[in-house]
Every structure is written in structure tokens, then in C-alpha cells.
């Protein structure tokens, strides 16, 4: 019989099988204030973002040669599409004042000095027509009624091309309203002159205060608004166009940099894609000053010797109409009015005291047109026209102390003339047509002026844009064929 062993080993037999170890699971993080989950590694490096490292890219790119000729190529084609863009942009500026200068501002203040003078030209014809008697000439009807058609033309052309509620506008419409009031007064102190009634002379009086106090100063604000436009179109024009200018000596100093860097490290004297680049830049940027000083020049000159002169004479012409129609009135109102000089003392006829005045503005208007003359051809009108005024202001004193004498057909006579004696109208009629003949003559120099400027920028803001497009293309391309020595 077997027996069991002794002792407390047990006996042999199969081993119970184990389960293998299992690592640790990262729980749920704790509560607050309980023990702390697992933390990251703070020697982990940080993740880095894709701006930080395209710097990196780049600063390890620029560490070679390759990488410093792509950034060359791109600034110098940055730079030189650049100075194209802004050469292009400010040329255009300046070529459209330049434009407005020759065919919009200049035409429509010329239109209203036209206004003044038609409206001034009607009034003085109305009074003439009037001292004739109760029948006017034809000759007198036909000139009022073709200043006040002129006139009104000029007022609708006017009113086309100024803006809707603009001064300007505003002043035409009010012209608009007046000129109709104007014509109604006239026509009655006509028809109360032909029947021999003395109203007829107040209606006339009353008429042409409308047109001295109310449609000339607005006519002579409409003038005065359009010189302004005129002003501002010129200083828009002739500035020089330093931006470009300065853009151009940077891009052309920044290839003329890259051909000598690219000389120093290769021995080789040209690129040929640099060379096109500069010489593209260097004629953009010499036509740039020199055309821009041509035309700045050109239109230095119409104004100076166009303008200057047109504004001058439009001045002197206006004063001799406004000197002709207070002379009629002085004669018309026979010393119905009249106004106290600033001693307080001394009364005088007012019309005539106003011809006086205008005259003295005509004389200096025609001695400032003779000193802005340039060339026989405007300086001869000037001084026929100061010739004539010499004759006026004398046969004037005699009709003055004709009338002051009591002979009142006399100095009706010597105003506006008769079989005898030689009239003031004759004299007037003299300084108006030598005043626009030296008119046309300097509206001509205008134009041709101011044309030769505004052709000198012609094709130059397209012609700048295309050739820095080729410039900018000449730069990449000679930069290419440097780094394809790499390859």
C-alpha cells in the first residue's frame, strides 16, 4: 500500500496557469483638488506654426545663392511693375486735367465771359435804340436781339456741362428766369417810346437795373466760378510726378545693383534679360521727365501768353460795354439820377460817374494787355483799340458839356452821331472789334499751346504700363537664366 509522502510540498502534478501582467490605463483626470492626471513630456519640443516655419524656409534660402537671386528677381520685378503702376496712374491724372484744361474749363469760362458780354452788348444796344427816337435803327434791333439769342445759346451750353446743383448751375437758372424779365421791360419802354410817353424812359431805367444789379453780377460770378474750375485744372495738370519719379530711380539703381552683383560673382559684363529690364526702365522714366516737362511747359505757356491775356481783355471789353450803356443812360435819364461822393457835398449824374469809372478800368485793362503781348499780331489790336478810347474820352467831354450847356441835341448828337459830327458809338464800336480781334488772336495761342502740352503726355500712361511689364519680364527673365547655372 502506497503511502503519502511526508512533509507539507505538495505533490506533483499540472501548474495552475497565470494571467499576464497589464500596464497601467491613464484614468479619467481627477476631481479638483484630487491627485493630477498624467502631464506632457516638457521636454516634448512645441508644435511649430506654417508661418514660423516658411521664415525658416526662407532664411535657410537666402543662405544660398539660388535663394538670394529668386528674392532679387522678385523685388526687382515688384519694384519695376511698381513704378510703371504709378507712373501710368498719375500721367493719367494729369493728361485728363490737362485734356480739361484745352477742350472744358477753358471753353466754358471763354462761354461765360460771352454771358457777360452778349448780356452787357444787349443793354447798351436797347439804350442806343432807344436815344434814336421813336423808331430805332434796324441796324440797333438787329444787334439786341442777336445778344440776347447769343446769350441765351451760351446759357443752355453752360448749363449742359455744369453739374446739377452746383453753384454754377444754380447762377444759369437764376439767369434763366431773368433774362425773360429783362426782355419784358425792354419791350414796353420800346412801345412807350415809339408813342412819345416819358415812361418809356423809367421802363428803361428799371430794365437796366436788372441787368447792372442783378443778371450781370450773376453773369460775373458765373465767369468768375469758371476761371476757378480753370485754376483748379491747371494745378492739377503740371505738378511733377515725383512718386513715379522717385519709383523709377529706385528700380533703375536696384538693376543697375543686380548687374554689378551678378558681375562680381560671374566676371560676365552683361545679362541680357537685366540689360532689356534697364533699358525698358530707363525709357519709361526719360519719358516720364521729359515729357511731363514739355507739356508742364506748354501749358506754363497758355497760360501765360492765352489766359493771362484772355482774361485781361475780356475784362477791358466788358468795361468799354459797361461804359458804353451808362454814357446812352447818362443822356437818357437826364439827371433823373444821381449820387453824392464821399465828401458829402457833391452831387453828380450818376451814369456818368460810372462811365467814368469804367473807363479809367478800360484804361488799365488795355495798357496790361499791351505789356502781356508777345507778338505784333496781339500787340497791334491793343494798341488800335487804346487809340480809339483816346478819341472817346475826348469827344465824351464834349458831349458832357454840350449837355451840361443846355444843348441837349447836341450832345445827343456826338453820342450817337448824325450828318455833322462824328459820335462816341463810332469810337466804342472801334475798341469792341479790336478787342476781339486780339480775342481771337490769343484764344488761337491758347489752343495751340495748350495742345502742344497735352500732346506731349499722349501714349505715355500706356506706354509706361507696358514697358515695365516687359522691364519686370526682362528682370525674372535674366535672373532665370542665372539660376539654371545651378541646375
Not at 498624467?38 to 514660423?52: I, L
Not at 437796366?208 to 483748379?232: F, I, V, W
Request: net charge positive; charged share 25%; hydrophobic share 40%.
Amino acid at each position: 500500500m502506497t503511502q503519502p509522502p511526508k512533509g507539507s510540498t505538495a505533490p506533483p502534478g499540472r501548474a495552475t496557469p497565470t494571467m499576464p501582467a497589464v500596464p497601467p490605463q491613464p484614468g479619467p483626470p481627477g476631481p479638483p483638488g484630487g491627485p493630477a492626471g498624467p502631464r506632457t513630456d516638457p521636454s516634448a519640443p512645441a508644435r511649430r506654426t506654417a508661418w514660423a516655419e516658411g521664415v525658416d524656409r526662407l532664411r535657410a534660402a537666402a543662405t544660398t545663392e539660388p535663394g538670394r537671386l529668386r528674392i532679387i528677381g522678385a523685388l526687382l520685378a515688384l519694384l519695376v511693375v511698381a513704378f510703371g503702376a504709378v507712373t501710368a496712374w498719375q500721367m493719367t491724372e494729369r493728361a485728363a486735367a490737362a485734356d480739361d484744361v484745352l477742350h472744358s474749363s477753358q471753353p466754358l469760362s471763354a462761354s461765360a465771359a460771352d454771358i457777360y458780354r452778349s448780356l452787357a452788348d444787349a443793354n447798351t444796344a436797347a439804350s442806343s435804340g432807344f436815344l434814336a427816337g421813336g423808331q430805332e435803327t434796324k441796324a440797333s434791333r438787329d444787334r439786341y436781339e442777336l445778344d440776347i439769342r447769343t446769350a441765351a445759346a451760351k446759357l443752355i451750353t453752360a448749363a449742359n456741362s455744369s453739374k446739377p446743383g452746383s453753384p454754377s448751375a444754380k447762377t444759369i437758372t437764376k439767369l434763366n428766369r431773368l433774362l425773360p424779365e429783362y426782355k419784358g421791360l425792354i419791350e414796353r419802354a420800346r412801345a412807350n417810346n415809339r408813342q412819345g410817353y416819358p415812361l418809356g424812359g423809367a421802363y428803361l431805367r428799371y430794365a437796366n437795373d436788372k441787368m447792372q444789379h442783378e443778371m450781370l453780377p450773376a453773369a460775373e460770378d458765373l465767369y468768375k466760378r469758371e476761371n476757378q474750375r480753370l485754376g483748379s485744372d491747371y494745378a492739377d495738370a503740371k505738378p511733377y510726378p515725383w512718386a513715379a519719379i522717385g519709383l523709377g530711380v529706385l528700380a533703375l539703381g536696384g538693376l543697375v545693383w543686380a548687374q554689378r552683383r551678378n558681375y562680381r560673382r560671374t566676371n560676365r559684363v552683361l545679362n541680357q534679360g537685366m540689360v532689356a529690364a534697364s533699358a525698358a526702365a530707363t525709357v519709361v522714366l526719360l519719358w516720364l521727365v521729359v515729357g511731363h516737362s514739355i507739356a508742364r511747359a506748354g501749358l506754363d505757356e497758355s497760360y501765360d501768353h492765352g489766359v493771362r491775356s484772355l482774361n485781361v481783355l475780356h475784362d477791358a471789353r466788358i468795361a468799354s460795354l459797361k461804359a458804353r450803356g451808362n454814357e446812352n443812360l447818362t443822356l437818357v435819364s437826364r439827371g433823373a439820377e444821381t449820387k453824392t461822393l464821399a465828401d458829402g457835398k457833391t452831387t453828380v449824374d450818376l451814369y456818368d460817374y460810372d462811365f467814368q469809372q469804367d473807363m479809367k478800368t478800360l484804361t488799365k485793362g488795355l495798357a496790361k494787355a499791351a505789356e502781356l503781348s508777345d507778338d505784333a499780331a496781339g500787340e497791334t489790336p491793343v494798341k488800335a483799340a487804346t487809340a480809339n478810347m483816346k478819341v472817346w474820352k475826348s469827344r465824351h467831354a464834349d458831349a458832357r458839356e454840350a449837355d451840361n450847356g443846355g444843348d441837349y441835341q447836341g450832345a445827343l448828337d456826338l453820342v450817337i452821331g448824325s450828318d455833322k459830327v462824328k459820335p462816341t458809338g463810332e469810337c466804342f464800336d472801334g475798341v469792341d472789334k479790336n478787342l476781339e480781334k486780339a480775342l481771337d488772336h490769343e484764344q488761337a495761342e491758347f489752343k495751340q499751346a495748350a495742345g502742344d502740352g497735352l500732346d506731349a503726355m499722349t501714349g505715355l500712361p500706356v506706354g509706361a504700363a507696358v514697358l515695365a511689364v516687359l522691364a519686370a519680364a526682362g528682370a525674372v527673365l535674366g535672373i532665370g537664366r542665372r539660376l539654371s547655372e545651378y541646375r
